[in-house]
Each structure stands twice: as C-alpha cells, then as structure tokens.
C-alpha cells in the first residue's frame, strides 16, 4: 500500500473508532449490529458498517483496552454479545474529541481565512 | 484517533496471544455474525420487504460473513506469525506422515548439527577468557615473552619481586608454582596430591573467603615462618572427613611438615586446578626448576613461576602493557646468548593456558557448519521429490490466491520444524560428547580442568544450534523450493495438473551420482575402520585383567635443593623401587609384579624400515609400539615364548640391541620366513634409541583383542625416566582385586620406604579395559551411524532418481505397453536408464576407492591394518548396485501398472 493509502486508512480507521467509542458512551452496553444501526441513523444513511469493518474495529478496541465485551440477553431474546466502554475508553474518547474539535477549527479558519 | 502507548502495547501482546489461542472462538464469532445478519434481516421486513429480499438485502448491506471472519482472524492474530503457526503445525503433520523420511533427514541432520554445537561448544570453552570470580575481566598473568619464537618463558623470582613492587598499574600482584607430592595423614595414608605454592596475594586477587580458618599471610612466606597448609574443599572431605577440628593438625607433603592454617570452600580449585596450598617463600630460587608434570598447557607447564596480578582500577590492559615494557626485565644472560625477552600482560587464561587470542579457532567453530551441506544437500533432493509429489496439492492453493512466496514459505517451515527437532536432538548429543571431552581430557591430565573451563552446553551452543537449523532449513527447504515453483511459474499454472512437468535437473542428478559415488569411495575404509574397532571390542583379554593393578611409579624432583647430578636421583629411584618390588613380592597375595615403560596397549610408536628390505613390497615400512619392560613382564601378563629365546641381563650391554616382537608383527613377516635374527631400524621421532635392532624372541600377543604389532626390549636397571609403569598381579585367582586396599597398601609401603616416591592414579587393568571398551563401542557406533546414513541417503537419492524417471515415461511406457511390449522389455528399458546415474557413482566412486587406498592407506591404517582386504571395494560396490535394484521395485512396480488408456489421455 502506498504512504497516502496508509494514512487514509489510519485517518479513517480512528474516526470510525471515536465514532464507535462515542456511540457506545452515549447509549451504554450495545451489541454490534445496534451499533452500526446507530452510527447510520445519525449520519443520515450516509455511514453504512459492512461487518467486515465492525467487528474488527471493535476487536481492535477491546485489544486496546477501551470496549469490554460480555455475553448477555438481546432484546430477542436472544445471546449477544455486548460492547461497554470503560474508563480508559472514556478518556480515550475525550481525548480524541478534543484533537478533534481542534483539527475542525484549524481547517474551519485555514478554510474561512482562504474565503 | 491517536491512541496512547499502552494501549498499542496491549494490543500487540493481545494479538500475539491470540495468535496462538485465540480469545474467541470461530464459533463465537460466527454465532456474533449470525446475530448481526438476523437483526439486519428482521429490520428490512418490518421496512415491508419480503422474506427472501430480506435475507439478500441484509447481505448486501452487511456484508459477506466469510470476509468478516477472515477480518476478524486478522485482527485477532499477528497475520504471520498466525501462518507460520499454521505450517509449522501443517510440517508436524507431514513429519509424523512421512516417518521413515523424517527420522533419516533428522537423524542426518542432527549428527551434523550436534558435532558443529560440540566442536563449537568445545572452542568457546577451552578458548574462553571469562572467569567466574569477582571482577575475573581484571585479572591478567605478566609473563615473559619472547617474541622471536612467540612463546613465553619462565618468569624469574627478580622479576617477580620488582614487579610487586614497582608496578603501579597492578593493584596487586601474586605468583605461583604447581608441585605434585605425597600428602601423608596422620592415618599414614599417603596420596599424591597437586599442590599450589601460592603467595599469599593470590588468594586476596581471588577474591573468596576461606569457609575454615584462613588462607596463606604475609607472615607465612618469611623463610623462618611455621609452614601451614590450605586445605582444598575436596582433600578436607576425602582425607579428613570433613572433620572441623582440622585447623591445628599436622599434615606431611612430601618430606615437609606443614600445619592446617585453613579449608576452601567447594569448587575453589585457583590458581587453575589445585587441592592444595602452600606459601611460595619468594627468596627461594625455585623458578628455574622445570617440573615433572606440566601446570596446564605449554605455557605455564614448561616452567614453574607463574606470575598474576589484578589491574589497579581505571587502569586498562595497554596501560599496564605500557607501564610492564617500560619496566623491562633482570638481564639473565650477557647480551646476544640468549633470547630477547619482554614483559606481557595479558588476560588470565590465556596466560595460564598458552591459548593465543587468534582467530583461527572461532573460524575454525563456525567452519563445522559446512558439515551440514551434505545432508542438507541430500534432504533437498528428498524435499524436492516431495515437492513433486504434492503438485496437485500445491496447484490447488495456487489457484486459491496463494502466492509463490506463500508456497515457498510453506515449504521452508515445514523443513524448518525438522531442522528444529534436530537441533534438539544435535544439542542433547553435543551434551554428551562434551561430557565424553571433558572426562577424557581429565583422564589424560590426571586431574580436573582449569576451574573456568565449564563444559555445560552454553546459551551461545543452543543459539549457534538453532541458527544451523535455520541455515539447513534454508539449504533443504527454501533452494528447492524456489527452483520448483519457479518452474511452476514458467511453465504456467495448467501445467500442474500434469504429473510429468517437473523435471529432475542435470544439478539433482549430480547430486545423486556425487553421493552413490561418495559411498562407494568412503565405505571400504569405513567398514576396515568400524571392523577394527568392533572386533577389538569383542573378545576379552585372555586373562583376567581384574588380577591386574597398575599404577604410574614416580619420584619427586626436588625443586628446592636441585640435585645437579641426574645420575645420582636416577640411581635412587631405582633402588627405591627395587626395594618397593621386592617388599611387594614378599606379599604372599602377591603373584607377581612387572615394571615396563608403558601400559600394553598405550606404548608409543616408532616407524621401523627393515635393513635388508624384507617387506620389500611395501613403501616405507611400519609403525609398530614399542615398550621397554623387565623380564617379569612377559609372565606376569602370561606371554609365552613362541620362537627364539627370552630377553637376558645380557642383552643390556652395550652394542647389544635384541628385541623380541609380538605374534601380530611376526605374523606380518611372509608365509615361511622366520622374522629371529631380523634387523630392524627405528626411523624419525625415537630413532635415538638404538642404531639397528635384532629379533631374538616372538612371544603371544597381550590379549586386549587389538592384535597391535608391538616390540619389547629390555628396561635398562637405571632407567633415565623418573616415571614408569608398575603392574602388580595377584596371586588369589578368581577373587576381584581390591583395588583400594592394594593401592592403599602400595602407597603405605612407598612412603616408607621414600615419602617423593609417588604412587599415581592407581587402577585395576579391568577398569583401564572398560574405558577403553566403551571407547570403542562409542568409536564403534559412531562409525556405523555414519555408515547407516550414507547408505540411506544413497538409497534415498537412488530411489528418488528412479521415481522421477518411470514418472517421466509414463506415456512412453504406456504407449510401449499398448503396441504389445513384454513386460521384461519394459523393465529392462527402465532399468537400463535408470540405472545409469547409479553405476556412473559406482565407477567414480571405485575410482575414489582406489585413490583413497594409494595415497592415504599408510596415514589411515598404519597401525591397525594386519593386511590389505581386495574383496571390500567390490563387495561395497555390488551392494550399491543391489541397493539400487531394490530401490527400483516400487517405481518398476508402478511403471508396469500404468494403464496405456489413461496415459495416452493424459497425452
């Protein structure tokens, strides 16, 4: 993969995990598929999780340390796995929301001052 | 998203657990997909899709499951590591599948890497510079050194002093000199036992504490001081029983009496391998004297001052070079009439053991691993073989997207794992043969190692170990390997499917004509040498040797009143010992005792020429054992006289040169020629010893089974040797020898008689004939496993050329067998072509045979070859042929089974 691949693909795969984080912070312990229901409803559609995205990136951040994964009941009824933040997570996500702000009012002036 | 350190370490270590137990389970995983994709579904019907849309369209959105496991797998696991795993794993099957395969690859491969760990391992030991005291790197020897000849020479007692005074770059500096004497108890047992006369610095450079009393003071080496001893941890436990009351008791070392001043705690043998300490008092001008037994190696064996010290702090080994030069050394001699020296400091065991700091042996330890191209070599005939045989196999994966890269590391791991559970087996070999190294090393030297010298394997073996097993794994994984599926990729995928696209190269070919012909040129000395060494093994000794003890006789040299007449201590020690004999004799279970040069059987060699050419067929002439006995010896060792007459006082006069030989020399003299009244002159080294000699007497051979030529001449009364070989026999037949009682007794009567006279290393013949047994079978079994592993690699090699030939004409053969060609006709043709590579081997290799025969017989069997044997080469060459045969059965068998139908389709 070329330099430019590897940092889309970093740029994208940390959204996608802050997008996670702070889904699963606002509605608390979730499984996947309500996860990636969520993250299409709020972006309009406009984010649609295959799985082949999903399950890695949440496996990625329960390696980090940031989702804990536990065996429970869905509202089916039936076994599903369930993603909880912990705290390292929430300061993970805090801190990601901070960089974030900060790169989004760095584009906004570069872009407001260009206009 | 940046994420903080630990939680990249977390993961790392996560996915390399994971790598080799996953966290989750597949089905876990599967149930978590299934989930999702029911949800997905339930969704779009409640939108008012149907059923069957539902399930599509949650497919399309999700995704495919497959994908998102393979994904998810990825995640889990470091990706390479997780597929080596899976070879490796995939490698141990194709091992346990493959037995026969595996146990011969392995079994060649571990021989080589065991001998290069070993002979490695050996190096680093005996060339080690490390020393397991407190700060050892800062402990370095001063010698004098003379740098014409690059050798060292003795230290003198004026350098000695001056450096102890004056050298500033040494915090401190000490000396020593090795003496072997009789320790004498108060019990009156007397042992010899190797003493250190030590400075009392020495101890302080060493640095460890005394576990009774003290070591050696200042105060002890003043001339008018009390002697005291230091006990060593293992003559304190074998000679007073450990007993803590030492401290005070009188001890006598050969006709001195010193006090017990002190005990060392175990395992503390400095200055390199000593029992035993003594005061060196500097004033006394004992450094000129040359020792009987050597301390250790050349340098500090030759002569006795060895002078050590430790570095004073900061200051490093050029410093103290510099500052030593600068110093010079005492004149000894007017200028220009001896050998310029010069002061040198260098690290301590190099000083100790004369080892010079070269390169060479390191080279040399890496050198070995060239021992593994043979059987690697062998191995990658094999594995490409395989190779071939898993084609299908391997189009399979192709066609799924795997890479050549991929198959190519396949492969490699699957030798790879191999090559590994050979370097066990090679490290756990090499650990015996180091054992094996370092018992005869002490065996030889009569006493233990140098205390730095650790024989356990060291980490630094089993890596070198591993790194060979990588090394083979490349050479008999990677090489063919890459040469296959490079053909793969010439000739294209389709061509897989079909059996006869590879090809065996001209290279492997080669390979296996070099190897028949390698066996065939290295069998015949092969079989000579392991028949040899078996037979020596097999009969007894006609007599039993556990009537027999033996032991070295020895007297002190006294180092510090140097008798300048040699005549006069040759001519006591023989007095000494005639006295000792005859006290012996008297012993009424006593049969007999012998005095001779040398042990039967390790008697030195001379190269005999016979003056008027007898053997005029041979070259040169013979290399034959030669001892010096007294007349007792022959019927001590039961020896009859078979032709001529017995040796007599008579024979010593000067110009009177008789000898007697054994039956095996004799034997070698032709059919009908007596060998009495040949003459016979030595030549080379021991060609001092007489001009010519005569033949008066043959007597039977010495039964240890080896059948050696051997010559006896007459032990002169005074011997100039101080050291000989006593061998009592005792008269109560059938009972075993008491070894230690006998000893015990030999020592009590000794000492009184002389306390310098040293009894050494006293064993019964039976156990010296055990050793050597076991020797033998180790040489023996050695041999044979190099035998088994040619002639399996040959037939591997045959087998597989054979294989790959029939598999090439399969169509031809189907074809031959469609238009009606016997069955005979077909195998012929096969085994007219087939074999042709096999006999190209057994000619160059007879050749080699017979090359081997002419110019290196007289070096390989100069001493155990009784006559030259015709029949072994072509013997060792039908074999070959037969083993090619055999080799042939199954591929002739599959040959003839070919149906002409499906050949010609495959057409």
Same mark, same amino acid.
Do not use: E, K
């Given at each position: 993969m070329s330099n430019e691949g590897n940092r889309r693909a970093e740029v994208l795969q940390g959204t996608l995990d802050l997008m996670i984080l702070q889904t699963v912070n606002t509605l608390g312990p979730q499984h996947g598929y309500a996860i990636a229901s969520r993250l299409e409803q709020v972006s309009g559609g406009a984010i649609q999780l295959n799985m082949g995205s999903l399950y890695p990136g949440l496996i990625r951040l329960e390696q980090g340390g940031y989702l804990k994964a536990e065996w429970g009941v869905s509202d089916s009824n039936r076994k599903a796995r369930f993603y909880r933040i912990t705290r390292a997570g929430k300061r993970q996500l805090a801190a990601g929301k901070k960089d974030w702000d900060r790169m989004v009012a760095i584009v906004a002036g570069l872009f407001g001052e260009a206009s | 998203m940046k994420r903080d350190p630990f939680a990249v370490l977390r993961e790392a270590l996560m996915r390399l657990a994971g790598t080799f137990r996953p966290s989750r389970s597949d089905a876990d995983m599967q149930d978590e997909l299934a989930h999702h994709l029911e949800l997905a579904e339930k969704e779009l019907r409640r939108r008012g899709h149907s059923p069957e849309q539902a399930r599509r369209l949650a497919r399309v959105h999700a995704g495919s499951e497959t994908q998102a496991m393979e994904t998810v797998r990825q995640q889990s696991s470091v990706p390479t590591l997780s597929s080596f795993w899976l070879d490796a794993k995939l490698g141990l099957r194709m091992l346990r599948k493959h037995w026969g395969l595996t146990l011969a690859c392995v079994l060649s491969m571990a021989a080589a890497i065991g001998i290069g760990a070993a002979f490695f391992d050996v190096i680093h030991t005996l060339t080690g510079t490390q020393l397991p005291l407190k700060d050892g790197d800062r402990i370095v020897v001063i010698q004098s050194w003379d740098p014409a000849s690059r050798k060292e020479q003795y230290s003198s007692t004026e350098d000695f002093l001056r450096w102890r005074e004056q050298l500033q770059s040494m915090a401190s500096v000490a000396a020593f000199a090795t003496v072997e004497r009789n320790l004498i108890t108060e019990d009156g047992r007397s042992v010899p036992t190797i003493a250190a006369q030590m400075t009392a610095a020495g101890f302080r450079i060493a640095g460890v504490d005394p576990l009774l009393g003290r070591f050696v003071i200042e105060e002890d080496e003043r001339q008018d001081a009390a002697p005291v001893v230091v006990l060593g941890h293992n003559v304190w436990q074998s000679r007073f029983g450990g007993d803590a009351a030492v401290l005070g008791r009188r001890v006598q070392f050969g006709d001195e009496f010193y006090t017990v001043a002190g005990v060392m705690p175990e395992d503390f043998i400095f200055p390199v391998s000593h029992d035993l300490w003594v005061p060196l008092r500097a004033g006394v001008a004992l450094s000129r004297q040359a020792l009987a037994e050597p301390v250790w190696g050349e340098a500090g064996g030759e002569f006795a001052l060895t002078v050590f010290g430790r570095l004073a702090s900061d200051v490093s080994l050029e410093r103290a070079n510099v500052e030593a030069a600068a110093k010079g050394l005492t004149k000894r001699a007017p200028t220009g009439s001896g050998p310029e020296l010069e002061p040198r400091v260098v690290p301590y065991t190099i000083g100790i053991t004369g080892n010079t700091d070269g390169w060479l042996p390191h080279v040399l330890g890496y050198a070995v =691993? %060239? %021992?593994l191209i043979p059987p690697c070599a062998n191995i990658a005939v094999l594995i490409y073989a395989r190779i071939v045989t898993r084609q299908q196999e391997f189009a399979a994966r192709l066609a799924l997207g795997a890479s050549r890269g991929r198959i190519v590391s396949q492969i490699f791991t699957e030798v790879l794992v191999l090559a590994a559970v050979a370097a066990g087996v090679g490290l756990a070999l090499a650990s015996e043969a180091t054992a094996l190294v370092q018992s005869a090393q002490e065996q030889q030297i009569g006493r233990a190692l140098p205390f730095w010298m650790d024989f356990h394997l060291s980490p630094r073996t089993m890596f070198y170990a591993f790194g060979l097993a990588l090394v083979a794994a490349l050479i008999a994984g990677a090489i063919p390997a890459i040469r296959a599926t490079g053909r793969w990729n010439r000739s294209g995928l389709h061509a897989l499917g079909n059996r006869t696209s590879l090809r065996l190269g001209k290279v492997w070919i080669g390979i296996v004509v070099l190897q028949v012909a390698l066996s065939v040129a290295t069998l015949p000395a092969i079989v000579e040498a392991a028949w040899w060494t078996i037979r020596s093994g097999l009969p007894g000794p006609g007599f039993d040797p556990g009537e027999y003890l033996t032991a070295r006789l020895v007297m002190d040299r006294d180092a510090e009143t140097p008798s300048s007449d040699k005549r006069t201590s040759a001519e006591r020690f023989a007095a000494i010992r005639g006295e000792l004999i005859r006290e012996l004799e008297a012993d009424p279970s006593v049969a007999g005792v012998s005095v001779s040069q040398a042990l039967p059987g390790a008697e030195p060699l001379v190269f005999l020429e016979h003056v008027d050419h007898t053997f005029a067929s041979e070259a040169a002439g013979k290399w034959v054992r030669l001892n010096q006995t007294d007349q007792a010896f022959f019927e001590s060792y039961q020896m009859p006289l078979l032709a001529g007459r017995w040796l007599e006082p008579a024979d010593l006069a000067p110009g009177n040169t008789a000898v007697l030989i054994n039956r095996s020399y004799a034997e070698q003299f032709p059919l009908g020629q007596t060998p009495l009244g040949e003459q016979l002159r030595p030549t080379g &080294? @021991?060609? +001092? %010893? =007489?001009a010519v000699w005569e033949v008066a007497g043959v007597v039977d051979d010495v039964? +240890? @089974? &080896?059948n050696q030529m051997t010559m006896y001449r007459l032990l002169p009364p005074v011997p100039d040797s101080q050291v000989l070989s006593l061998n009592v026999r005792v008269a109560a037949r059938g009972s075993p020898l008491e070894t230690a009682s006998l000893s015990a007794r030999l020592r009590e009567i000794a000492a009184r008689l002389d306390p310098s006279m040293r009894i050494v290393q006293p064993r019964s013949l039976a156990s010296i004939y055990e050793d050597r047994r076991e020797q033998d079978y180790l040489n023996s079994s050695v041999i044979v496993g190099v035998v088994l592993g040619v002639v399996l690699f040959s037939m591997a090699g045959i087998y597989t050329i054979l294989s790959f030939t029939v598999a090439q004409r399969r169509q031809e053969i189907g074809i031959r067998a469609a238009l009606g060609a016997p069955p005979v006709r077909l195998v012929a043709s096969i085994f007219s072509r087939a074999m042709l590579p096999v006999g190209v081997g057994v000619l160059v290799g007879g050749l080699g045979a017979l090359g081997i025969e002419y110019f290196l017989s007289d070096v390989l069997f100069a001493t155990i070859r009784q006559d030259y044997r015709p029949w072994i080469l072509p013997a060792v060459e039908a074999f070959m042929l037969v083993l090619g045969v055999i080799a042939l059965a199954g591929p002739a068998r599959r040959a003839l089974q070919v149906d002409p139908v499906e050949a010609l389709k495959e057409s």
């Open positions: - | =691993a %060239l %021992l &080294r @021991g060609s +001092d %010893l =007489a039964f +240890d @089974g &080896r």
